[in-house]
């Protein structure tokens, strides 16, 4: 059966691909949040400065909620009890309007290619 179909059908042939990299090429992720998004990835380090940047990554901006990946349990400590009001108010004066309500800091890996 698979014989038959032509070769544009095929994700990659030769070897095997995850079922979430064939999904988000099919469902591109759009929304208003998207602009506001790249706004504030590429303000982020004046907001949060040099040595917090280094160790966060922000991996997505959804319904009002910030989604920040930091490399330590510590930094997630200090972010969430010490900086995470003056970061929302900071990034609401970027956006000019009260767009953001949260920030969702967890552990997790960097793919940022600067921290190497």
Known sequence: MLEGL???YF????????????LK??????????????????AWKEIVGEEV?????IT????????????????IHHLTNFEKDAIIS?????TRMKYLN????KVGILNDSRRK
């Not at 997505?60 to 930094?75: D, F, Q, T």
């Not at 900071?90 to 970027?94: D, G, H, V």
């Not at 949260?102 to 800091?105: G, K, S, V």
């Open 6 to 8: 032509p070769e544009r």
């Open 11 to 22: 994700f990659n042939r030769s070897s095997a691909v995850k079922v979430g990299q064939v």
């Open 25 to 42: 090429g099919l469902f591109p992720r759009r929304s208003g949040g998207d602009k506001i998004c790249r706004e504030v990835k590429d």
């Open 53 to 57: 940047c280094q160790g966060t990554e």
């Open 60 to 75: 997505e901006l959804r319904k009002g909620i910030l989604y920040v990946n930091v490399e330590s349990p510590a930094l």
């Open 90 to 94: 900071k990034i609401n004066e970027l």
């Open 102 to 105: 949260d920030i969702r800091f």
